[in-house]
């Protein structure tokens, strides 16, 4: 997938976000939810985590990201470096296909009729940047470790 973020698809991440921001809780409790219905076994790596605790940082998170998407390359180093850490999780390539999938069902079943093919479109663009930044930092931290 092409990674290029455009002004346009911004405008829209941002505006969705804005929707959500008001359940911001309950999608974050969705979101789990659904990652572990449909991926089960990542559900372990989450073992004696402080939910309430966890859903606020992914919101945090995703705050972040999303009011930093114009100027997202001031964030890319916290990202590369998040993925690193990620990876002493135990979190590796595949998992970030469905974490993406249950984010992209969560904004969808969050917003209902304010969701669109634009909206997934760019909300898929932003993850997929994400994603990628925190791969790379996986990678470079698994490398530096050798």
Same mark, same amino acid.
């Given at each position: 997938?092409n990674?290029?973020i455009?002004?346009t698809h911004i !405008?829209l991440v941002? #505006?969705?976000?804005?929707?959500?921001?008001?359940?911001a809780?309950?999608?974050?409790?969705l979101?789990?939810?659904?990652?572990?219905?449909?991926?089960?076994?990542?559900?372990p790596m989450f073992? =004696?985590?402080?939910?309430? !605790?966890q859903?606020? #940082?992914?919101?945090k998170?995703?705050?972040?990201v999303?009011i930093?998407?114009?100027?997202?390359?001031?964030?890319?180093?916290?990202?590369?470096?998040? =993925?690193r850490r990620?990876?002493?999780?135990?979190v590796r390539d595949?998992?970030?296909?469905?974490?993406?999938?249950?984010?992209?069902?969560t904004?969808?079943?969050?917003?209902?009729d304010?969701?669109?093919? !634009?909206?997934a479109?760019?909300?898929a663009?932003?993850?997929?940047?994400?994603?990628?930044t925190m791969?790379?930092?996986a990678r470079a931290?698994s490398?530096s470790?050798?």
């Open positions: 997938m990674t290029r455009t002004p !405008e941002r #505006k969705t976000w804005a929707s959500v921001v008001p359940i809780d309950t999608a974050a409790s979101f789990y939810q659904r990652l572990f219905e449909t991926s089960p076994q990542l559900a073992a =004696g985590v402080d939910f309430p !605790e859903r606020n #940082k992914l919101v998170a995703i705050n972040l999303v930093s998407l114009d100027r997202i390359d001031t964030l890319l180093p916290m990202i590369h470096d998040m =993925g990620h990876a002493g999780y135990g595949e998992h970030y296909g469905p974490v993406g999938a249950a984010l992209l069902w904004l969808q079943t969050g917003l209902g304010d969701w669109s093919d !634009e909206a479109v760019s909300w663009l932003a993850y997929q940047l994400l994603a990628d791969i790379a930092g931290g490398r470790a050798a």
